[in-house]
């Protein structure tokens, strides 16, 4: 079976080598495999997808005994389905929807904060969210409605691939392996890079 770029790449082959002005295929099967290599290093670094999904009954605990406010695993929220809190035991609860005027999306969902207009439940598991979140990517309208993904997320992503071409020849150490070399990543990040990096990290969300 051919191996096929992530649906959630943040980049594609052709725009690769459009950039590098490669004009053979000589080196798609190494491209995709790279730009698929540089998409999980981004996400893992990030804490998150950047594709847009439906994420349901997603689980949360809350460690504040006055909090009003949660902060969900993924973001842009386009759309805020449903938002629940638990009674009971474990191996025993029931979930009771919140009324749509208890609860509103901050920054029009940009940021994932929901505020609540009541203090949340503390304890672990107590509330569950079903959601839409994260950039709609559609390369052939890359710059229209129908593809949102930042600019600056391709074009680091584009940036670290082309570093990757130009020396999968040689040898390093590290933490990532690609066609049997290291990559170091803390020595490919520009300062640049790293402030891309840092604008779009979310911290990871303990249930």
């Not at 540089?38 to 999904?53: A, M």
């Not at 066609?179 to 891309?196: F, Q, T, Y």
Request: with cysteine; aromatic share 12%; glycine share 6%.
């Amino acid at each position: 079976m051919a191996e096929t770029i992530y649906t959630y790449a943040l980049t594609t082959v052709q725009r690769m080598k459009d950039r590098m002005t490669i004009t053979v295929t000589d080196h798609d099967a190494n491209l995709l495999r790279m730009i698929n290599v540089v998409t999980d290093f981004i996400e893992s670094q990030c804490h998150r997808r950047f594709l847009e999904g439906t994420y349901t009954e997603e689980v949360y605990s809350i460690h504040g005994h006055k909090q009003n406010h949660l902060f969900l695993k993924h973001y842009p929220v386009s759309v805020l389905t449903q938002l629940q809190y638990g009674v009971g035991t474990p191996s025993n609860k029931s979930w009771t929807s919140y009324l749509v005027d208890d609860f509103e999306l901050a920054d029009d969902g940009g940021n994932g904060l929901v505020r609540m207009y009541n203090i949340l439940p503390y304890g672990v598991n107590k509330i569950r969210a079903t959601y839409t979140a994260g950039y709609k990517i559609d390369w052939p309208n890359f710059g229209t409605a129908t593809h949102t993904l930042p600019a600056d997320l391709t074009d680091l992503c584009e940036r670290l691939v082309t570093k990757l071409f130009k020396k999968r020849d040689q040898e390093g150490k590290d933490e990532e392996i690609f066609n049997g070399n290291r990559v170091i990543w803390s020595k490919e990040l520009s300062p640049d890079d790293k402030a891309v990096v840092a604008h779009y990290k979310r911290f990871p969300v303990f249930s």
